[in-house]
């Protein structure tokens, strides 16, 4: 009868096993909650920070004060005869406008090729307090056809 009663008292205790496992999956559930949340959150100030206006003139003239030193995009069509390029300071000049509203933008960097066919920009940059919109970077919209000249003999 003593061998029994020995054996009997080498029987885990399972009610004190299952709390445990139970508390064990409780601080995995909590820590996977934990992860989930700050990937959330990671994402959504990645995306915040990324973000960046996307405007015509009109509407950048019509919030100016509200948007200096902003970074956005400026869209428009490019006024040809405001180009000016100076190779010298690598610097290039010119107006982008919608209707009778007129962007002056200033781009330090090298001379786009297509400048000279192209229709239509997308900028990004910053808009200034003196009201001329400074590119960091110039995506150019050409036209859809390009065509090659007849030569006339």
């Known amino acids: 009868m ?11 205790d399972v009610e004190a096993q299952s709390e445990g496992v139970l508390a064990g999956r409780g601080k995995f559930l909590v820590g996977g909650l934990i992860i989930i949340a700050a990937i959330v959150f990671l994402v959504v100030n ?3 920070a990324t973000a960046v206006f996307y405007l015509t003139p009109s509407e ?21 005869r405001s ?3 100076d190779a010298e300071s690598v610097t290039l ?11 002056p ?5 090298p001379k786009p090729d297509t400048f000279e066919m192209a229709e239509a920009v997308t900028i990004e940059g910053v808009y200034r307090q003196d009201g001329v919109f400074e590119a ?3 995506f150019l919209q050409c036209p859809s056809k390009y065509e090659a000249e007849l030569e006339e003999k």
């Open 2 to 12: 003593a061998q029994i009663d020995s054996e009997l008292t080498r029987i885990p």
């Open 46 to 48: 990645t995306f915040q």
């Open 60 to 80: 950048l003239l019509d919030q100016a004060s509200s948007l200096y030193g902003e970074d956005m995009r400026l869209a428009g069509t490019i006024d040809k």
């Open 83 to 85: 180009a000016e390029w």
């Open 93 to 103: 000049k010119f107006d982008v406008f919608e209707g009778r509203d007129v962007v």
């Open 105 to 109: 933008v200033v781009y330090n960097g």
């Open 136 to 138: 960091k970077s110039l």
